[in-house]
């Protein structure tokens, strides 16, 4: 588009400068900040990187909520940035070459809008109530979370099945072929009223984790059902289910009620 910046110009497409700024613009799924401030002090702190680490936790305050030593974020920078870091953990000296100024800025415009946007997900949304969401609506995992009166953590609250006191939310997807084959479990619509789930592995009619799904209605508890099309797709709510038949173990196939049959179109297979 002949809009390159000075320092761009004549180099290769293929420049490692150029790779490194293309991973730091993907959404990384970080369940922390300290991925994105090690980013950014690699850029910023070239020859340094731990102290370009610290300061990024001193100019962002609001970041030090989620602040962990460097030693333990390396493994998952370095996952995320492959052959761009070297031995010395440093970046590559052709990326160093460029300058830490212009690099620095580079990065860390790509990495702090990610980390921010990332860390008022957890932190600062709205909180409701499960009688605030609608049937059919479509919602992303946070907002699921809030709506039961938490802020998001994906460090806990990325599992199938979530409770929140007496309430449960279940959030399943009918695609699970992208995921490991112990972990391809059956979830689907068996008619217009009944959806088929399948716990995780460790559920089991005869522990803990099966016994408050399958007794919930005895014991007062309500399940709420989500579906995801696939993974990182918003759930569609189709309401609070009752169970009404299982069968297995380890996982537990689990045929749930739902209030109101789902409307004509909507396939059941």
């Not at 052959?83 to 790509?110: N, S, Y």
């Not at 408050?212 to 696939?230: N, T």
């Amino acid at each position: 588009m002949e809009d390159a910046p000075a320092w761009a110009e004549g180099l290769p497409a293929d420049h490692p400068a150029f790779l490194l700024l293309s991973r730091v613009e993907a959404d990384w799924q970080l369940q922390r900040v300290p991925g994105w401030a090690l980013a950014i002090g690699l850029a910023t702190h070239p020859d340094d990187p731990a102290s370009g680490y610290a300061a990024a936790f001193d100019r962002w305050p609001q970041f030090r909520a989620e602040e962990a030593p460097v030693e333990g974020v390396w493994s998952s920078v370095e996952k995320r940035l492959p052959g761009l870091i070297g031995a010395d953990r440093r970046l590559l000296p052709e990326i160093r070459g460029i300058g830490a100024e212009i690099l620095g800025a580079e990065v860390t415009g790509r990495a702090a809008l990610h980390a921010l946007s990332d860390l008022a997900e957890r932190h600062c949304g709205l909180l409701g109530t499960p009688d605030l969401l609608r049937r059919l609506a479509l919602y992303r995992r946070p907002e699921i979370v809030r709506l039961f009166g938490r802020q998001y953590d994906p460090a806990r609250h990325n599992q199938g099945i979530l409770w929140f006191d007496a309430d449960a939310a279940i959030i399943c997807k009918l695609d699970t072929s992208g995921a490991l084959p112990q972990h391809q479990y059956v979830n689907r619509l068996l008619d217009p009223s009944t959806f088929l789930w399948t716990s995780q592995n460790r559920m089991r009619p005869d522990n803990a984790e099966g016994r408050r799904v399958l007794a919930h209605a005895a014991s007062g508890e309500r399940l709420h059902l989500f579906v995801q099309a696939a993974s990182h797709a918003p759930a569609c709510y189709l309401g609070q289910v009752r169970v009404i038949g299982h069968e297995g173990a380890g996982p537990i196939r689990v045929r749930l009620q739902l209030p109101v049959a789902l409307p004509e179109g909507i396939p059941a297979g």
